[in-house]
């Protein structure tokens, strides 16, 4: 028995294993008691259409989280792939409407498209902008969600019985017999078939966190960190800087694209401008929040900073105000000096006091 | 004839950037963060302006003057109660922090004077002078706007260059510890930075609310964005650079608009950015800080 | 004492490496700051298993040198060649990989990895698993992984590190990071180890342990060292060739015994005799 406890320690509670457990444990405690509500009737339908969405901004905080608090760069752009792996994937599941009834494999197939789209992306954008450093690189990101954007805005795009049509800035889509139009410009697309279930959610949250973990704990990942950490060592003992920080970059591109696929097809109605700087900074805020490099922070508020101002619409109009406070509040606790001391006192009590209980155990 | 009428107009709208951008590239230099409020700053003396010209009938320059007034106000005491604790902390912390005043001006100014949008009357005149028998149309704010920024580029110039607290200004905005060594006021200094920043931001928003004619709470987040990237395409932290990269946003944006697609016309004026970048990563006119091995 | 012998072009290695090619060869070496001269017409030999010290006052080009020899900087004349091969199209990262790995006069450690990790971070040599083998966790990644373990577990060991290994690199006594910084720097397998003020502050116990240390070294791994280094008595008690710098110009080379003794060595670090 003891042997098995020790066991186990070893491999999900010691050092840095923590972390990887409790999030595994979080998602999965998470999705069961959710499943476990809804069967009961306990849930509100305006709350269950929350989930959707909430596991698609998990999976791309965790993603953001890859590449502020891993890699060390400060992106303000990742709303954008999320909007090009939206849009991916709402073209794919649309094209692929007639030929695939199955929605289970339309929408692995719609989202599998979408990562290798904003990857694609991730790749185009990350060569030019890694070479730049710090706030640089944040506007650039910037620069490149608002033109994604504007991009996506500007495409028309549907099919008929003779095939696809598709044109940029101006409606020139002239659709014969079947016609279905999928893209309308800024209008976005309508009509969207919604495949994304809170189950697929869930397992591309799994999927997210071992792409991530295993990552981590891979010589890729020690190369990321060591990157963030130290650039000039990094060089001076044969690490690639630029590739390296390019690898996490598409890599959190490709999660980016997947959330937006989910998200995507969650809803009938899609606007690109949805998809613009301001939710880019919604999602890092979360990413902060929870903690750079800590990933099961990061799941933790995402759900409490998604859910609470959902649920606090009974406030209405003060809501994103009381929102706004809280955020600046909870960055000068947590950065208050004064706090900080507490914490570390409070938290050394504790671990002496653990100390002493293994002391008279033994 | 079109091509001078374009540049006129993107001046002018290029004169509106810099401003702005002048006061963003200023905080960033002294307080090293991006400062994402500015732009609720600007929403914010937009309204004051309104509601001076509108509700008390004050003439357009003392309402312009009055909203300096209140913009310097706040931009101090936003700086004081939000940033000023969090001086020594990541700049990450600091950059959410601006985001929460911004969500909290821009959702405040919702709750107290609705999200409707509402009718601004020009400071200036509506009339325009017409050139080269009528085929050059300027209006008289084009010009009282490309004026009124060079007056400002030129006076805070000399400010920053002669005055002692332009000085001090520059200290801060090098090495903070040695200035406060020499007997800066650092906290005082920075301060006064933001003061300058948020009144400009208010003389920015009298020009650009009468450009557009009409307010809303979301105001300030597109030139605030439009600003910013004016301020790193100068080379953030550099005043000329801002100067510069204002006007040569107006401009471009407005050709592009003129001449080839009002649609794209901010994946033009982003791409721009990206691409001089590319080519000088600390922009036209800034300093590139080298790491000594 | 090392027996040192004088090549045809007056370079001095010791004589056990005559007949190697020198694992560094710096041919009239320059590099210009803007208008400044800041290193000129630098030339040095460093046998296949030398250690070799470079010496001179504050601000006489010694790291300069260090960042020409692994490409931090470009020179802007001369040529450098390690191990036979031309560096001149290298970047830092080609240079570590063709044999040069160094420290930092300033110590530049991964402070948020454990000590064990900032040790594999410089084992990239010794991978082969890829990006997507790391995540899938192929057999690979787990026969590596327990090799690069093992191996980072035995560098430690040199400095007898082994116990520190979970322990994150930024929380390590200053000497402690010091150590660290040349045990990550091996771990890259170089052919030629730069030490950039080893011993500074360190005490003399300290000093003593490092003079042992880098010699073990040399003779384990059978590679060169080249260290700057302002404690005179670690530099005259390891290093078996000396050059002197000053104002970006070599003075004086030689064994520790010749440096010692050379008149314009001793008038660059004590200045002129006035009366004299």
Redesign the interface.
């Known amino acids: 028995m003891a042997k098995v406890t020790e066991l186990l320690k070893n491999r999900f509670f010691s050092g840095k294993k923590v972390n990887r457990t409790v999030s595994y444990l979080l998602v999965i405690f998470g999705y069961v008691l959710m499943i476990i509500l809804m069967k009961a009737g306990m849930l509100t339908s305006h709350f269950t259409s929350l989930l959707v969405p909430l596991t698609s901004y998990i999976v791309i905080a965790i993603a953001l989280n890859l590449t502020v608090g891993f890699s060390g760069e400060l992106s303000l752009g990742h709303a954008g792939f999320m909007g090009v792996g939206a849009f991916s994937a709402v073209i794919i599941s649309g094209l692929l409407l007639p030929y695939v009834p199955n929605t289970t494999l339309r929408l692995i197939i719609a989202m599998l498209g979408a990562a290798l789209v904003s990857s694609l992306f991730g790749a185009i954008i990350g060569i030019p902008v890694l070479k730049l450093e710090g706030d640089y690189l944040a506007i650039v990101t910037l620069a490149f969600n608002q033109i994604i954007k504007t991009i996506i805005n500007s495409i028309y795009l549907g099919y008929d019985n003779n095939g696809i049509q598709i044109s940029f800035v101006k409606n020139k889509l002239n659709l014969g017999e079947g016609a279905v139009t999928i893209l309308k410009g800024p209008i976005g697309a309508n009509g969207i078939k919604r495949i994304s279930t809170f189950t697929a959610g869930f397992i591309l949250i799994l999927i997210t966190l071992l792409v991530v973990y295993n990552l981590i704990y891979s010589r890729k990942g020690r190369d990321i960190m060591a990157c963030r950490d130290n650039r000039i060592a990094a060089e001076s003992v044969g690490i690639n800087v630029t590739n390296i920080k390019l690898e996490a970059f598409v890599i959190s591109a490709a999660l980016a694209g997947c959330a937006g696929a989910l998200y995507g097809l969650n809803y009938s109605t899609l606007t690109p401008a949805k998809f613009d700087y301001n939710l880019s900074i919604m999602i890092l805020v979360y990413v902060v929040l929870g903690g750079l490099g800590n990933i099961a922070g990061t799941i933790i508020s995402t759900v409490i900073l998604y859910i609470l101002p959902e649920q606090l619409r009974f406030l209405q109009d003060y809501r994103m105000i009381i929102y706004a406070v809280v955020l600046i509040g909870i960055m000068l606790l947590t950065n208050n000096s004064w706090f900080k001391v507490q914490y570390y006192k409070i938290s050394k009590r504790i671990r002496k006091k653990m100390r002493e209980k293994k002391g008279a155990a033994a | 004839m079109t091509f001078l009428q374009f540049l006129i107009t993107g001046l002018s709208l290029g004169s509106v950037y810099a401003i702005i951008a002048l006061g963003y590239t200023m905080v ?1 230099g002294i307080a090293k963060m ?1 400062n ?1 409020a500015h732009g609720d700053i600007i929403m914010v003396g937009a309204y004051i302006a309104y509601f001076a010209m509108g509700k008390y009938n004050l003439p357009s320059f003392v309402a312009v003057m009055a909203s300096v007034l209140v913009c310097t106000l706040l931009g101090v005491v936003v700086e004081r109660l ?1 940033y000023k ?2 001086r020594k ?1 990541s700049s ?6 601006a ?3 911004s ?2 001006l ?3 100014a ?2 107290l004077w609705s999200s409707a949008p509402k009718m601004f009357t020009s400071i200036i005149p509506a009339d325009t002078i017409k050139l080269f028998d009528g085929q050059l149309t300027v209006t008289y704010l084009s010009i009282f706007t490309i004026v009124v920024t060079l007056l400002i580029m030129v006076g805070l110039t000399l400010f920053v260059t002669r005055s002692k607290i332009g000085k001090a200004m520059r200290a801060c905005a090098e090495d903070k510890d040695t200035a406060r060594l020499m007997g800066i006021n650092v906290d005082t200094t920075i301060s006064i930075t933001f003061a300058i920043g948020s009144g400009l931001a208010a003389v920015a928003a009298a020009l650009y609310a009468s450009a557009y004619q009409s307010i809303s709470p979301t105001l300030g ?1 597109m030139p605030g ?1 439009k600003a ?2 004016a301020a ?1 395409l100068g080379g ?1 932290g550099s005043m000329p650079g801002a100067f510069l990269g204002g006007l040569l946003l107006g401009v471009i944006e407005t050709l592009v608009k003129g001449y080839l ?1 009002t ?2 016309s ?2 033009f004026v ?2 721009i ?2 691409i001089i ?2 080519v000088k ?3 036209l006119l800034g300093k590139r800080y080298v ?1 000594k ?1 | 004492m090392t027996k040192m012998v004088t090549y045809p072009s007056g370079a001095i290695v010791p004589e056990r490496d005559l007949g190697y090619t020198p694992v560094l060869e710096a041919l009239h070496l320059g590099i210009d700051f803007g208008g400044l001269t800041a290193v000129d017409d630098f030339n040095l030999i460093v046998g296949k298993t030398e250690i070799a010290g470079l010496i001179g006052p504050n601000g006489a080009g010694k790291t300069t040198v260090f960042n020409l020899l692994t490409k931090v900087y470009q020179p802007t004349r001369g040529t450098i060649l390690l191990d036979g091969q031309d560096t001149s199209k290298m970047t830092t990262v080609d240079a570590n990989r063709a044999g040069i790995a160094r420290t930092f006069q300033n110590i530049r450690l991964f402070n948020n990895l454990s000590v064990e990790d900032n040790v594999k971070v410089a084992m990239g040599k010794s991978y082969s698993y890829s990006t997507l083998g790391g995540i899938i966790r192929s057999p690979r990644y787990y026969r590596q992984e327990e090799e690069a373990h093992e191996r980072a577990l035995e560098l430690l060991r040199i400095f007898d590190m082994q116990n520190l290994a979970e322990t994150a690199a930024g929380n390590l006594p200053y000497g402690a990071q010091r150590r660290l910084e040349i045990i990550r720097a091996l771990a890259s397998r170089p052919k030629l180890l730069l030490l950039d003020e080893p011993a500074a502050g360190m005490n003399p116990v300290e000093t003593q342990e490092l003079m042992d240390n880098i010699i073990k070294i040399r003779d384990e791994f059978k590679i060169a060292v080249m260290l700057i280094e302002h404690d005179m008595k670690l530099v005259m008690g390891i290093c078996e060739g000396i050059a002197v710098l000053n104002y970006g110009r070599i003075i004086a080379k030689g064994t520790p015994e010749q440096i010692k003794s050379n008149p314009e060595v001793i008038e660059a670090y004590l200045g002129k005799n006035r009366e004299g």
């Open positions: 960033y991006l994402f939000a604790p969090l902390v990450l912390s600091v950059l959410i922090t985001i929460g005043v969500y909290f821009q959702n405040g919702q709750l987040s964005i910013f990237t790193v953030i697609t649609q794209l901010d994946a982003f791409g950015l990206i970048l590319l990563p600390s922009g790491e091995v």
